[in-house]
């Protein structure tokens, strides 16, 4: 146990030996790799490299270590066996100091094996550092603009032709020759890729830093100068109080000008400046325009010009070849109007009901006459709840974007039922057709040449010239009375009634069915007449109307 307790007392100045070379090697490598380094990124990532690679170094040699220690506790290991179980007492201080010799042994070749091995370890290093700092690291300026640091460039001539710019357009802006004067510095370093000068922002300093250049800032509308102002932030604010103006109470999504508005800054501007106020009521005033109207159904000139706060004769003017009195559907008109120097939109969420229309579902019946029907159902709207973003320019709703739709009431559907069964001839089309084919001539109403009020029309014609049923109907009276002589009535079943009357031959009997356009009698001249005709009337409900309103002349 003793001899035990000196061995482990004896391993301390191992520990410390090594503790001291690892200590040694790393300031050697960091001495030597530093070398040369002409700036401090360079140093510092020297410096990480040389730290990182004797830290492998030391890992290898912690690992020998381990191994060296593993043998000589084996070693002691079986001393101590020997000791207990042979009781060799003598042998002991001989084999204790060959232990020593063969440590001192040890000890003498790890110096050398370390001081071997040291040298290509540091030689690979290099080699490492410096293909890795070629392949990172490339030769170029540091750039200083007033002692403040830019950046890198590869070539000076990258800051000559961006001062070349900006001395080109100052000196169009003047008009006459201009020179910076920026002091600008350089110095050759390890570039770093990662830090390039920005030229662009250079440029834009060094154009800011020129006083002796006047700054203005011109207001255009769709490329039209309105008026120019010292002040950006002036113009601005003057945007956003019109926009404020024309905005409503309800949910805006957004509100922007339609046209195209620019704020356009103006070097060495010689125009004259314009008063905020000035600009602000031209642009809330209106000016007058143009637009196409199509001409719809029911539309007169006189009636348009009203809905489109005009005047008939400003539309004349506008349009030379316009008949006021014809005008046709579908045609265009050119109209003047009155809208504003800056149209303004707005997107409006809007929530609101809206009706569901009902569909018609047909249903057919045989025991129904054709083109005869009846609802069975009628149909009820539906009611939804919507949400849409609308879109207003000028207060005129332009688009519609649904949002959401909830039904709250489905609509219900109409049922109309169809007649499908064939209508006998005898049955009223509801319109009339011309009974004779003679000349018209007398009219409906009051006649002053005879005194007498006509309740038809006359058709003048040779006796025996056929007459027609001027719609299909039951013959309710065929004979000769007063002054009609021989008449026919037809009864059409839908109110209206129609005479024929001075027939000389009636071709019909009472209750006989007739259908439009048979023959019933013959012109003539019976009862009181002046010459053989017609006398045409039409009586709806027993009242005798203008036949005209329903037949030609």
Not at 1 to 16: C, D, F, H, N
Not at 392 to 399: I, L, M
């Amino acid at each position: 146990m003793r001899s035990a307790q000196t061995l482990t007392i004896r391993r301390s100045p191992v520990r410390g030996f090594l503790h001291r070379t690892w200590i040694r090697l790393r300031l050697r490598l960091s001495c030597l790799l530093a070398i040369g380094a002409s700036t401090i990124h360079v140093r510092g990532a020297l410096r990480f490299a040389a730290t990182v690679l004797s830290g492998i170094a030391w890992v290898l040699l912690l690992l020998r270590n381990v191994l060296l220690r593993a043998v000589k506790r084996v070693v002691l290991f079986l001393v101590r066996e020997v000791e207990a179980t042979a009781g060799w007492v003598r042998s002991h201080d001989k084999l204790k100091m060959e232990l020593y010799q063969w440590r001192a042994e040890r000890r003498t070749e790890k110096n050398h094996t370390r001081r071997g091995r040291a040298a290509p370890m540091i030689l690979m290093a290099c080699v490492v550092i410096v293909l890795a700092a070629a392949t990172v690291f490339d030769q170029g300026f540091e750039v200083s603009l007033d002692g403040e640091v830019l950046g890198y460039v590869k070539d000076r001539d990258e800051i000559r032709a961006v001062v070349d710019q900006v001395e080109q357009r100052i000196s169009a802006y003047r008009g006459e020759l201009y020179s910076l004067d920026a002091d600008f510095s350089y110095r050759l370093r390890h570039m770093d890729r990662s830090e390039p000068v920005d030229l662009d922002a250079l440029a834009s300093r060094l154009f800011a830093s020129v006083g002796a250049v006047d700054r203005t800032y011109l207001l255009t509308v769709d490329g039209e100068a309105i008026g120019a102002c010292e002040s950006k932030s002036a113009l601005e604010l003057m945007l956003r109080r019109i926009l404020l103006r024309a905005a409503s109470n309800a949910t805006t999504v957004s509100t922007g000008f339609v046209n195209d508005v620019k704020i356009e800054t103006q070097i060495g501007y010689t125009g004259q400046l314009t008063p905020i106020r000035d600009m602000e009521a031209r642009l809330t005033t209106e000016r007058s325009a143009s637009k196409i109207y199509t001409v719809e159904v029911g539309d007169t000139v006189s009636a348009i010009a009203l809905r489109n706060d005009t005047t008939v004769a400003e539309i004349k003017a506008l349009n030379p070849d316009l008949d006021e009195n014809k005008i046709q559907v579908g045609q265009e008109i050119l109209l003047a109007t009155a809208e504003p120097f800056l149209s303004i939109y707005q997107i409006i969420t809007e929530s609101y009901e809206e009706s569901i229309p009902y569909e018609t579902e047909i249903e057919y019946d045989d025991t129904m006459y054709k083109n005869e029907s009846r609802i069975r159902v009628t149909g009820v709207r539906g009611r939804a709840a919507v949400v849409a973003d609308v879109t207003y320019v000028n207060g005129e709703e332009r688009s519609r974007e649904i949002l959401s739709y909830e039904v709250l009431e489905a609509p219900v559907n109409a049922v109309k039922v169809v007649g499908t069964k064939a209508r006998p001839r005898s049955t009223p089309t509801g319109k009339f057709i011309k009974p004779s084919a003679g000349r018209y001539s007398s009219g409906f109403g009051y006649r002053p040449n005879l005194g007498d009020y006509h309740t038809g029309v006359d058709y003048a014609g040779a006796i025996g010239t056929n007459i027609w049923a001027a719609d299909g109907g039951t013959v309710i009276w065929a004979a000769q009375r007063g002054n009609y002589g021989k008449y026919i009535i037809i009864d059409h079943g839908n109110g209206f009634k129609t005479y024929y009357c001075h027939c000389s031959k009636l071709l019909v009997s009472v209750g006989d069915k007739v259908a439009q356009g048979d023959i019933i009698a013959k012109v003539g001249m019976t009862g009181r007449v002046t010459g053989p005709h017609l006398h045409f009337e039409i009586r709806y409900n027993g009242k005798a109307v203008n036949p005209l309103n329903y037949v030609s002349k």
